[in-house]
C-alpha cells in the first residue's frame, strides 16, 4: 500500500477503466452532458480506478481489462518490449497493472507485467550507463514514471562513480602500519 499521500498514487488511480454495472445507479453524474443523473443496468462506461475498485467490492460493476493492456500491446511487448512506448498508454503501467489485477482476474496481465519489466529494466540500465547526454531526451519519451525514476538513479550512480574513480589516490597506508614495526637504526 503506497502513502495517503504519494502523488504517483493518486495519478494511479485516477486511470480510467472500463466497466459495465450489474445494477441501477441513480443520482450519479458520470456524463455532465447527460439528461440524466442515473446509469442502467448493463451500462459500460469509464470510471477512474480508484471509484470502479469501491463499486467493484460493493458488486454494483465489473471490470475489463484496460486498453493499455489489450491484444495489440501485449503483442508489441512480446516483439520487443524495449521499444514500446509505454508511457503514452499508461504513465504508471507497472503501478497501475499491479491495482488492476486482483480486479479483472486477468492472469495473463501478470505475465505481461514481469516479462515487460525484465526486458525494459536491462534496457533501461544500459541505456543509462552508455547513452550520450544528447540521446537521454528521446530514451525518457518511451519510458513510464517507474522506469524515469530508475534511468534517473543509474545516471546519478554512475555519474558518483566516474567521480569517485577519478578523485584521490587509490590506495593509502592506514596510520597504523606506520607504528606497528620498529624503526630500524
Same mark, same amino acid.
Given at each position: 500500500? &503506497?502513502?495517503?499521500? $504519494?502523488?504517483?498514487?493518486?495519478?494511479?488511480?485516477?486511470?480510467? #477503466?472500463? #466497466? @459495465?454495472?450489474?445494477?441501477?445507479?441513480? +443520482? #450519479?453524474?458520470? $456524463?455532465?452532458?447527460?439528461?440524466?443523473?442515473? @446509469?442502467?443496468?448493463?451500462?459500460?462506461?469509464?470510471?477512474?480506478?480508484?471509484?470502479?475498485?469501491?463499486?467493484?467490492?460493493?458488486?454494483? #460493476?465489473?471490470?475489463?481489462?484496460? %486498453?493499455?493492456?489489450?491484444?495489440? !500491446?501485449?503483442?508489441?511487448?512480446?516483439? $520487443?518490449?524495449?521499444?514500446? $512506448? /509505454?508511457?503514452?498508454?499508461?504513465?504508471?503501467?507497472?503501478?497501475?497493472?499491479?491495482?488492476?489485477? %486482483?480486479? @479483472?482476474?486477468?492472469?495473463?496481465?501478470?505475465?505481461?507485467? /514481469?516479462? &515487460?519489466?525484465?526486458?525494459?529494466?536491462?534496457?533501461?540500465? !544500459?541505456?543509462?550507463?552508455?547513452?550520450?547526454?544528447?540521446? !537521454?531526451?528521446?530514451?525518457?519519451?518511451?519510458?513510464?514514471?517507474?522506469?524515469?525514476?530508475?534511468?534517473?538513479?543509474?545516471?546519478?550512480?554512475?555519474?558518483?562513480?566516474?567521480?569517485?574513480?577519478?578523485? +584521490?589516490?587509490?590506495?593509502?597506508? &592506514?596510520? @597504523? /602500519? +606506520?607504528?606497528?614495526?620498529?624503526?630500524?637504526?
Amino acid at each position: 500500500m &503506497a502513502s495517503y499521500y $504519494d502523488i504517483d498514487d493518486i495519478l494511479t488511480e485516477e486511470e480510467l #477503466v472500463p #466497466v @459495465v454495472f450489474h445494477k441501477a445507479a441513480n +443520482g #450519479v453524474i458520470i $456524463d455532465p452532458s447527460s439528461e440524466t443523473n442515473s @446509469v442502467e443496468q448493463g451500462a459500460k462506461v469509464e470510471l477512474p480506478l480508484w471509484l470502479a475498485q469501491e463499486l467493484h467490492w460493493r458488486q454494483a #460493476v465489473s471490470i475489463s481489462a484496460p %486498453p493499455c493492456f489489450n491484444q495489440k !500491446t501485449r503483442l508489441e511487448i512480446q516483439a $520487443d518490449a524495449a521499444c514500446v $512506448d /509505454l508511457r503514452s498508454r499508461c504513465p504508471y503501467f507497472y503501478e497501475f497493472g499491479c491495482k488492476i489485477l %486482483p480486479l @479483472v482476474g486477468d492472469k495473463t496481465i501478470e505475465i505481461l507485467l /514481469l516479462s &515487460a519489466f525484465k526486458i525494459r529494466y536491462k534496457e533501461t540500465l !544500459t541505456k543509462a550507463y552508455t547513452a550520450a547526454y544528447t540521446a !537521454t531526451s528521446k530514451v525518457l519519451t518511451l519510458l513510464t514514471r517507474e522506469e524515469t525514476n530508475l534511468y534517473e538513479a543509474a545516471q546519478s550512480s554512475m555519474a558518483a562513480f566516474k567521480k569517485w574513480r577519478m578523485g +584521490g589516490p587509490r590506495l593509502q597506508r &592506514a596510520s @597504523v /602500519l +606506520g607504528r606497528k614495526r620498529k624503526p630500524v637504526n
